[in-house]
């Protein structure tokens, strides 16, 4: 079992930054990848990055290119995602979630997952 808890959401303006993090208990974290999601009210849960175990590989969804940054440290068995230039429709639940080695797009490819932590962005 991996037990994953995210902190760092809030409510900023647009053009802000939020960094969130992803502490890791439970199972050795450096063998699993993680990724964010994130789900809006009546939406579906959309991928939003996501990162290997050992953190040399790196995937993003197209509207969050070039602003957001995933990163961890193993010897923290923390994971991080940096969101820089925010817009007001990136306000959501953000989960992280995490997988053994390597890391997928597809939400059902993941057997662990955060509560959420809620991120609001004011235009």
């Known amino acids: 079992q991996v037990q994953l808890i995210e902190s760092g959401g809030g409510v900023v303006q647009a053009g802000g930054s939020l960094r969130l993090s992803c502490a890791a208990s439970g199972r050795t974290f450096s063998n699993y990848a993680v990724a964010w999601f994130r789900q809006q009210p009546r939406k579906e849960r959309e991928f939003v990055a996501a990162i290997n175990n050992s953190g040399g590989s790196t995937h993003y969804a197209d509207s969050v290119q070039g602003r957001f940054t995933i990163s961890r440290d193993n010897a923290k068995r923390t994971a991080y995602l940096q969101m820089n230039s925010l817009k007001p429709e990136d306000t959501a639940v953000y989960f992280c979630?995490?997988?053994?080695?390597?890391?997928?797009?597809?939400?059902?490819?993941?057997?662990?997952w955060g509560q959420g932590t809620q991120v609001t962005v004011s235009s």
């Open positions: 979630a995490a997988t053994i080695l390597y890391f997928y797009a597809a939400a059902s490819r993941y057997d662990y």
